[in-house]
């Protein structure tokens, strides 16, 4: 990774990147806990940060946990703010119908990614700026197909 920010921590467990230019790093459970089918569980990490001011941490589910287990993180992406010097959790979901997970102490249970951030000043006017092709148009808009394009979305949905 070309970009790299120094971000103070504590922690027993770090984040550590799992290959040198992966965008997360991996967060490790600081304590164990059973997550029944379709329950969930806030599970501390041990990891405090202060990011700099102007960048906020993603916590993210790690896809293999996903796929394998259907193992996600209920609020992804959980936004840890610069001002945050909390302990670090993460909200587990264990949405398969049938199978427990067990989560053990030091496991990777999610990821952390660190990007900057814009604050936005939110400028109220009567009428908002058009011309786009999207326009209004959203959920599911565009349909699935392969071929829809601009053009053929005014025909609707496929
Ligand atoms: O997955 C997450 C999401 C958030 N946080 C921490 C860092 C973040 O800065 C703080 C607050 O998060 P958020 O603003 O998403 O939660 P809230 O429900 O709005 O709480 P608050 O009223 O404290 O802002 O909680 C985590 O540790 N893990
Ligand atoms: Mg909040």
Avoid: W
Avoid at 27 to 55: D, K
Avoid at 125 to 148: H, I, K, Q, Y
């Amino acid at each position: 990774m070309t970009d790299v920010v120094r971000v103070p921590i504590t922690a027993s467990n770090p984040p550590r990147y799992a290959h040198d230019d992966d965008a997360g790093a991996d967060l490790h459970a600081a304590e164990a806990a059973t997550l029944l089918p379709g329950h969930r569980a806030l599970i501390g990490t041990g990891v405090a940060i202060a990011l700099p001011e102007g960048y906020a941490a993603f916590v993210v589910p790690r896809s293999g946990l996903a796929a394998k287990h259907g193992i996600t993180v209920v609020n992804s992406p959980g936004t840890v703010d610069a001002g945050y010097r909390g302990e670090i959790k993460v909200t587990l979901l264990n949405t398969s119908l049938d199978q427990a997970f067990e989560v053990a102490p030091g496991d990777r249970i999610a990821q952390l990614i660190v990007m900057p951030v814009s604050r936005a000043v939110f400028v109220p006017v009567d009428e908002l700026p058009g011309g786009t092709v999207r326009g209004a148009n959203g959920f599911g808009s565009t349909g699935v197909a392969a071929e829809a394009t601009a053009a053929g979305q005014a025909g609707g949905a496929a």
